[in-house]
């Protein structure tokens, strides 16, 4: 969303009253999301006490199931609130956008064919954290579509990917017992591994691919330095390093994100 907005008022078009609301639309969609995730798979007995990520609010007692679904629709109900302007800014694009997050975003781990658990959540968390999150900020302050933005959205898709793809090679043996078929499960740890390096240089790859396109916004070309904080994690993913360790580099590949998002956004405005 940060790059989406910073091409936005490079292009002379940024609308910020659209893109706090985007922001905090998309913050509501993400912990409904998240919310629903912690019911779901609680339920599902993808969480339980042989869980080796962060601790989950359902899973460790603290929250009873039935707050936490209940939390998750009342957020995704302000979220719809918080659309509405953004609806009456960009029309039936929004609408498309808002309600296809929200039905994913429980579909994601809850509903008859739940999305994570047949070794979709990668596309997914490409298309939605990547040109869906970008795109539709630039265009709810645009109020038109981008090609150069579509483009650039693929990178915070791809360094998201990432972060699914070393969650689920931690997961592994809790979501063997659970039936929870991820592509790490299917395949393997290293194909996990191996996606994991892909996502990373391809993401560092997309400021390049923008520059040649364009032959101009060059300074974006500084969001390739986030590879120099991503190397202590990809040397920890191709150690082999298995279990409660990757928490470590689930949060240094998070951090490659922000740092990424904002050396390119500053890069492109700069020009």
Known sequence: MLIGTAMAFESGKGHMLSAIAAL???L???IGTNLSNDYFDYIKGADTEERLGPVRATQAGWISPRIILRSSLLVFASAVLIGLFLVWRGGWPIVLIG???IIFGILYTGGPYPLAYHGLGELFV???FGPVATLGTYYVQALEFSSEVFIAGLAPGLLSTALLAVNNLRDIPTDLKARKRTLAVRFGSRFARIEYIICIFGALCIPLL???LQKHHWFSLAASLALLPAIPAMRVVISGDSG???NETLA???????????LFSAGWLIG
């Open 99 to 101: 309600i296809l997050s």
């Open 24 to 26: 905090v639309g998309a």
């Open 252 to 262: 240094k590949t998070g951090k490659v994100l922000m740092i990424f998002s904002v």
């Open 210 to 212: 923008l520059v040649y």
């Open 126 to 128: 490409l298309i939605f």
């Open 244 to 246: 409660a360790v990757l």
């Open 28 to 30: 509501l969609i993400q």
